[in-house]
């Protein structure tokens, strides 16, 4: 699972970007773009973990993770641009999800492409660039379908004519500023979309990248943003890019240290990570032991067998049966022999679907 980060010019993408997977790539407020994307990985902060390693006092634990990939900006910014083209459109359109960074910070040394900060103005103009580069592709596919049907066999007019149809009422539609994600498509739309990976179609995170002298009323700006900005597969995160990136630069426990002396509340980076994983779709199982407790990674409705899976393909193979306990159980009985002993430990089969949180052992046979 690989989320792209896009923003217009000098909006903190590098900077959010290294924040989220602790890196280091380079930041300048001048700099040209560089050539290459960035790739990193983020861990996702989960405070079940910490209670289940309390329990089973692993060698190892190992969370779960989301890639990032941060493209290089666009040299004269996107609005003076041809727009999302190339190279860079064929890596974004491989992603699975979008965080889209907004420039809310003031700093007067980083001078803002349009001349003064605007983060609204910022955000409907990328959107607009998103739908622009969807709407490209849609222009072209309606066209080519138009002329086909000119000359199509009868055998294949009528499915010609129904994707025609189709993409042509999607393309009006986005051309009236409504992105894919929200559109209501019939189960035929949404078919033929898995064809196409339209950018306006993936799920959005929004980081409203605030100044570090707003940090203190982040939850509250966050929450009016919601309001404003948060639609099915939107969703909004206030944070300092700048300030998070310093804190994830520095050692584990001085970076702790900060975090306490600056509140209560769950942290920028891990919220900014975890809505990332939530809108995805994604959720957690956990296996454990003496060796490992680690979180793995699935999308929410995968049948057990599957999940077995992403551990190893033999386990899916020779699937038999998954013990089952839900995290909140496990936690409460602080060991799988007391779990055992209430009869919370439940035995599902291949197509038992897994819920977030399941602490699970798969019995299998190669
Ligand atoms: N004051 C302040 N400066 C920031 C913040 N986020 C990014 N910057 C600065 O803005 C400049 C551009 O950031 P960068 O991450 O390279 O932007 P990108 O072009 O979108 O990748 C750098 O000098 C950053 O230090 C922030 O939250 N506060
Ligand atoms: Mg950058």
């Known amino acids: 699972m690989e989320i792209g980060i896009v ?22 407020p001048f700099s040209a773009s560089t050539a290459k994307p960035n790739l990193g990985v983020a861990k996702v902060p989960d405070p079940r973990l910490k209670i289940l390693v309390d329990i089973f006092n692993p060698r190892r634990t190992v969370p779960a993770e989301v890639r990032y990939i941060d493209f290089p900006g666009t040299p004269e910014g996107l609005t003076r641009s041809q ?86 009422r999607i393309k009006g539609e986005l051309g009236r500023e409504m992105p894919i994600r929200e559109q209501q498509l019939s189960a ?81 980076l891990s919220r900014g990570i975890r809505l990332s994983y939530a809108l995805l779709g994604l959720i957690s199982f956990f296996t454990v032991g003496p060796d490992e407790v680690k979180a793995w990674t699935i999308p929410c409705n995968t049948p057990a067998v599957r999940a077995a899976g992403k551990i190893h393909s033999d386990i899916e193979r020779g699937f038999i049966r998954a013990e089952v306990i839900s995290f909140d159980d496990m936690a409460r009985c602080g060991s799988l022999a007391e779990a055992r002993k209430k009869g919370l430990l439940r035995l599902e089969g291949k197509t038992y679907q897994v819920q977030d949180g399941d602490v699970i052992t798969f019995l299998f046979n190669v």
Not at 9 to 18: E, H, I, L, M, R
Not at 225 to 252: D, H, S
């Open 7 to 28: 923003g217009l010019p000098k909006s903190g993408k590098t900077t959010v970007f290294n924040a989220l997977s602790r890196g280091s790539a380079d930041i300048s």
């Open 83 to 168: 727009g999302i083209t190339g190279e860079f459109l064929n890596l974004l359109q491989r992603t699975d999800a979008l965080l889209h960074v907004v420039r809310a910070f003031p700093n007067p040394s980083v001078p803002h492409v349009e001349g003064n900060v605007d983060p609204h103005r910022d955000l409907v103009s990328m959107d607009m660039e998103l739908a622009f580069a969807d709407l490209a592709i849609l222009e072209r596919r309606v066209e080519r379908l138009g002329s086909e049907l000119k000359s199509a066999k009868a055998s294949e007019r009528e499915a010609k004519q129904r994707e025609h149809a189709i993409l042509d």
């Open 188 to 268: 035929e739309g949404a078919k033929l979309l898995e064809n196409f990976q339209f950018l306006t179609a993936k799920p959005m995170l929004i980081v409203w990248n605030i100044g570090e002298e707003d940090v203190p009323q982040a939850a509250e700006l966050e929450e009016k943003l919601r309001g404003q900005y948060a639609r099915p597969g939107v969703e909004v995160a206030a944070l300092c890019g700048k300030l998070e990136m310093e804190l994830a630069e520095m050692e584990e426990g001085e970076e702790a240290e900060f975090r306490k002396a600056m509140g209560p509340g769950e942290s920028g």
